[in-house]
T-cell receptor, first 114, second 111 residues
Framework: EAGVAQSPRYKIIEKRQSVAFWCNPISGHATLYWYQQILGQGPKLLIQFQNNGVVDDSQLPKDRFSAERLKGVDSTLKIQPAKLEDSAVYLC????????????FGSGTRLTVV | KQEVTQIPAALSVPEGENLVLNCSFTDSAIYNLQWFRQDPGKGLTSLLLIQSSQREQTSGRLNASLDKSSGRSTLYIAASQPGDSATYLCAVRRGGNKLTFGTGTQLKVEL
């Protein structure tokens, strides 16, 4: 079974620039999550999709972050404009249901804002 | 607001030692608790999942316990090996499948 795919693996941008991350979940997983993990901290949920609808985006900084999940499969997370404090690893995860079983993370995108 | 704390933040032990990692959470109304492992530059790998009605789960040399009423979980690793070196994260799940993570324990097992 293929895992959760994310790209790019690394990205370095200047502050005020924009950046986008891509995620392809495990086939058949209805739920997709984006997490932000700042160095030395645990991951924090930014947004959760159920198919192509948003379930929870309460911790997403909506003035600069946006996310979409077209056709209920792939997802894109965008930051515009980026700030220094956005430097983090952005992790995508997917799950088949709400039980917790099969909850699978991708390898993440490491973003550095300079 | 749910808060999850992990102690210690870092741990270094000699190979072969048994060890315990601790996790505490402030809101006991959880659906389940999950332990993950994170290797440098990698994503998270699920190790054990304990339902709120369960007391413990075992997988190989790993044993996780849950005391929901006191808001505590422990991950016991028996006969540690250098390959166990990683960051261990616990996370609690409420409705909606949203996970709240602790800050992790960075484990180093030395030869």
């Amino acid at each position: 079974e293929a895992g959760v795919a994310q790209s790019p693996r690394y990205k370095i941008i200047e502050k005020r620039q924009s950046v986008a991350f891509w995620c392809n979940p495990i086939s058949g997983h209805a739920t997709l999550y984006w997490y932000q993990q700042i160095l030395g901290q645990g991951p924090k949920l930014l947004i959760q999709f159920q198919n192509n609808g948003v379930v929870d985006d309460s911790q997403l900084p909506k003035d600069r972050f946006s996310a979409e999940r077209l056709k209920g499969v792939d997802s894109t997370l965008k930051i515009q404009p980026a700030k220094l404090e956005d430097s983090a690893v952005y992790l995508c995860a997917s799950s088949p249901d709400r039980s917790g079983y099969g909850y699978t993370f991708g390898s993440g995108t490491r973003l550095t804002v300079v | 607001k749910q808060e999850v704390t992990q102690i210690p933040a870092a741990l270094s032990v000699p190979e072969g030692e048994n060890l315990v990692l601790n996790c505490s959470f402030t809101d006991s109304a959880i659906y389940n608790l999950q332990w993950f492992r994170q290797d440098p530059g990698k994503g998270l790998t699920s190790l054990l999942l304990i339902q709120s009605s369960q007391r413990e789960q075992t997988s190989g040399r790993l044993n996780a316990s849950l005391d929901k009423s006191s808001g505590r979980s422990t991950l016991y690793i028996a006969a540690s090996q250098p390959g166990d070196s990683a960051t261990y994260l616990c996370a609690v799940r409420r409705g909606g499948n949203k996970l709240t993570f602790g800050t992790g324990t960075q484990l180093k097992v030395e030869l």
